[in-house]
């Protein structure tokens, strides 16, 4: 079930605030260094290393394994590897918490790592496909009870089983930057947020969507 999706078109922009066109969750707030410049197709979020947007906590945005939840986006990183983690995504436990569920590329290669945090401390799954400098990417990374699965544009990359309770991450979304990690340089488009874990043909679906 889709309950979040900001699709950054300028339609859906009133000043630094992105609506969400599923019409439940809070609009997301742009830095002073975030941008909305030509996408895909429409409009797409700019960052840059220290830009980010911010999605604030919401009941909505509460993401339970026992239900499941995905999250799926475009990104079209614009740099090499820097030497250091670049955050994508990030969503707290709480606000100011260290634990959370993050999306991040590796310091010194075009991968990414997913992290869950669960009651014994935090999981991780690497991705084993790179991602282009400059070129688009699907990602979507979904989790259940069963575990947690990362697709890169549309294709099951890994699938991590979790022996242990996801501590459930409640706090706002980060898109770029977080508070102890720099962002990435490139854009961000349809960012999506869903209350279910997506199957593979849902991801493959929202890899070969052409809009905005």
């Keep these: 079930m889709l309950i979040a999706h900001w699709t950054f078109?300028?339609?859906?922009?009133?000043?630094?605030?992105?609506?969400?066109t599923a019409g439940a969750g809070p609009a997301a707030e742009l830095d002073e260094t975030a941008e909305i410049v030509p996408g895909r197709a429409g409009e797409a979020l700019s960052l840059g290393g220290t830009g980010r947007a911010v999605i604030p906590a919401t009941p909505q945005l509460v993401l339970s394994q026992v239900f499941?939840?995905?999250?799926?986006?475009?990104?079209?990183?614009?740099?090499e590897p820097i030497g250091?983690?670049?955050?994508?995504?990030?969503?707290?436990v709480t606000e100011n918490d260290a634990r959370g569920l993050g999306l991040w590329l590796y310091p010194d290669e075009m991968r990414l790592r997913a992290q869950l945090f669960t009651v014994k401390g935090p999981d991780y799954a690497d991705s084993r496909t790179r991602l282009?400098?400059?070129e688009w990417t699907h990602v979507a990374f979904v989790v259940d009870t069963a575990g947690m699965s990362l697709y890169v544009n549309g294709r099951l990359d890994l699938a991590v089983p979790l022996?242990?309770?996801v501590v459930t991450p409640a706090g706002p979304i980060y898109l770029g930057s977080e508070p102890t990690k720099p962002g990435f340089g490139g854009l961000m488009d349809d960012f999506r947020v869903y209350a279910s874990a997506l199957d593979e043909e849902a991801v493959r679906s929202l890899a070969d969507y052409q809009g905005s």
């Design 9 to 20: 078109d300028v339609a859906t922009v009133d000043g630094r605030r992105v609506a969400d």
């Design 132 to 134: 282009t400098v400059g």
């Design 84 to 92: 250091e983690w670049r955050s994508l995504v990030y969503k707290p």
């Design 163 to 165: 022996e242990h309770a």
């Design 68 to 79: 499941g939840f995905s999250v799926a986006f475009f990104v079209r990183v614009t740099e």
